[in-house]
């Protein structure tokens, strides 16, 4: 409890290490911990695997960097919200996905819009192409 310090209204403010997000964490044996996540168990209960703590928005508390278990909430199983169809209905499973990397963020596409969206491009190039030949007095490149 070094790390910690009591405000007037009852906020445990914590003045160790922070993530990139500025959600407080606590260096353990097997990595980083979420230090609410730590400070939640021995005093309000084991956290089911799925589950997750949500800053609550009491009066007067200082958000992010509080680790009062007595401000934060417990919500239930995380639901994932992966999508099964891409926009215009095409499937996203299997062959159908190209993984592309935008400035090292891994990115999924359609690869059926991918391969449309190629076609429409080359036509164009193509239309343009051919339009700068027959302008008389330019020359292409």
Do not use: Y
Not at 9 to 31: I, P
Not at 66 to 78: D, I
């Amino acid at each position: 409890m070094e790390r910690v310090t009591v405000s007037r209204r009852g906020c445990w403010v914590w003045n160790g290490a922070s993530s990139n997000e500025g959600k407080e964490v606590l260096r353990c044996g097997d990595g980083r911990r979420p230090a609410p996540r730590l400070f939640w168990e021995p005093f309000a209960g084991v956290i089911p695997p799925n589950d997750r703590i949500l800053s609550r928005k009491v009066p007067g508390c200082v958000g992010k960097v509080c680790c009062n278990p007595a401000h934060p909430r417990l919500q239930g199983p995380v639901i994932s919200t992966e999508l099964e169809f891409f926009k215009l209905g095409h499937p996203l499973s299997g062959d159908n996905v190209v993984v592309e990397n935008r400035n090292g963020r891994e990115f999924k596409r359609c690869r059926t819009c991918r391969r449309e969206a190629c076609r429409t491009w080359q036509r164009q190039k193509t239309a343009e192409n051919k339009r700068a030949k027959s302008k008389p007095g330019k020359r292409s490149k």
